[in-house]
């Protein structure tokens, strides 16, 4: 992870999502702790449990955006998922180790990428080599059995054949043989897909089998014919490869999910409820009892070796509409020490969404018009407006925080948007007048809204 202060980490959130404050510093902390514990003797690191964090809030007012950002944030290895995807283990769906072993893949596939980064320099100079190659064969073939070569006559023949290709990888290098076609061997990697049905867990008896069946069977290469620079980069690409220690990355990736990995739990009260049902719970109940051992630490297999989630920060989130935290299983409830309530959104925080951050909703309409030549402007009294009948809206009909500025953004701009490319006036401001044109009498007809809003 990036050695950032708690405060860093709230500013960097702040520009991204508006309020939850609370929710911010709870995350800022867990994740220098990280930081913190790492700078330890080892008998003690091991001692440090992390404390898991469960966001508690309505839909649309940012749990899942503080997750998307983190993911930028941190250096650590990330991955969100939502809790309600999985089953109890021996039912056909999948299991919630799948999580860690996503979790490691996508690790290995990170360290390796930058991997083959460090090495690209090498790998550049490789490919050039194999092309010059191509381009320029080697005149003589091999001696025949018994033949002997005069070493004098060799060094004269050499010279001007390197003279030769001095001067093909100046061209090269120049790229005045970019558009010349050549054709170069490429590894063939389709390699056939089968998919078993296992205990141990399907997706991963399916990867092991694929893996195998990839060992077992002859690396096929075909020959493609492509231009010069093109060959140049998926030649490099293969040599990246090879140069890459994939048993280094494994180790690596490993021991970095270990120490420093976080998991990001999204809907988790949709395996929360105590309605009574005939048969089991295979994905309320069960599911939290297979998620209990991971989050308390326990040992999980994955193909990349094993990989023990002792220090693997948890971070849940759910909205609760139906259950409430407290439906959890008890165990399960104390893994999660940290609870934030996340608060519902007004029309204040609505107007700032709209213009404060940097991916704000009305910047985004702005640069997506000005691709068509149209300079479009709000007023602050357009924008009050907007967050005013998303409140009225929210609160007549299902709340769904700030994901209803989408919807009335959408319906406001719909003609401006359908005509843009056709109309004569490029430059429109929306003021509050517009607005209330457009939007307002949708709003205040609920049949209407809900259909539209």
């Given amino acids: 992870m990036k050695d950032l202060k708690p405060h860093q980490i709230v500013t960097e959130l702040d520009k991204y999502i508006i309020g939850q404050n609370d929710a911010k510093k709870s995350v800022a902390v867990a994740l220098r702790n990280r930081w913190r514990r790492r700078q330890l003797e080892p008998d003690l690191q091991e001692e440090i449990a992390p404390k898991n964090i469960i966001l508690i809030g309505p839909t649309g007012v940012g749990k899942t955006e503080i997750a998307r950002r983190l993911a930028n944030l941190t250096d650590s290895p990330f991955y969100k998922v939502e809790a309600s995807k999985f089953t109890e283990v021996g039912y056909v769906g999948r299991d919630v180790e799948s999580m860690i072993r996503d979790l490691v893949e996508l690790t290995v596939n990170m360290l390796k990428g930058r991997q083959q980064e460090a090495v690209r320099e090498k790998a550049v100079k490789i490919a050039r080599e194999r092309v010059l190659d191509i381009l320029l064969p080697s005149p003589k073939s091999s001696p025949a059995f018994g033949d002997i070569t005069d070493d004098a006559s060799q060094t004269s023949d050499d010279k001007p054949a390197e003279h030769t290709r001095q001067k093909l990888g100046k061209m090269l290098d120049d790229g005045k043989l970019d558009d010349r076609k050549i054709d170069i061997d490429v590894q063939d990697k389709n390699i056939p897909m089968v998919e078993i049905f296992s205990n141990a867990g ?252």
């Fill in 202 to 453: 399907m997706e991963e008896m399916g990867i092991n089998m694929k893996d195998m069946l990839g060992n077992l069977m002859p690396k096929n290469t075909k020959s493609r014919n492509v231009k010069v620079k093109e060959a140049l980069a998926l030649i490099a690409q293969e040599e990246a490869a090879h140069l890459v220690d994939m048993e280094a990355v494994k180790t690596d990736a490993v021991t970095l999910v270990e120490q420093s990995g976080i998991i990001f739990i999204d809907e988790i009260d949709k395996i929360a409820g105590k309605e009574k049902s005939h048969g089991p719970e295979v994905s309320k109940e069960g599911v939290q009892r297979d998620l209990l051992p991971i989050v308390e630490g326990s040992s999980v297999p994955t193909k990349h070796g094993t990989v023990k989630t002792d220090h693997i920060l948890f971070i849940a989130s759910g909205a609760f509409h139906v259950s409430k935290p407290s439906d959890l299983i008890p165990e399960l409830q104390g893994r999660f020490p940290i609870r934030v309530e996340l608060s519902s959104l007004g029309a204040s925080e609505f107007a700032r969404i709209l213009t404060e951050p940097k991916n704000a909703l009305v910047l985004q309409y702005i640069a997506l018009l000005r691709t068509e030549g149209v300079q479009l402007s709000f007023t602050q009294g357009a924008v009050d407006k907007i967050a005013q009948i998303a409140v009225e809206v929210n609160a007549s009909m299902e709340n769904i925080g700030a994901r209803r500025l989408h919807t009335l953004m959408e319906r406001l701009l719909e003609e401006i948007l359908f005509n843009a490319p056709d109309v004569e006036e490029t430059n429109i401001s929306i003021d509050s007048d517009f607005v209330e044109r457009q939007l307002a009498d949708i709003a205040r007809n609920q049949d209407l809204s809900r259909y539209i809003l």
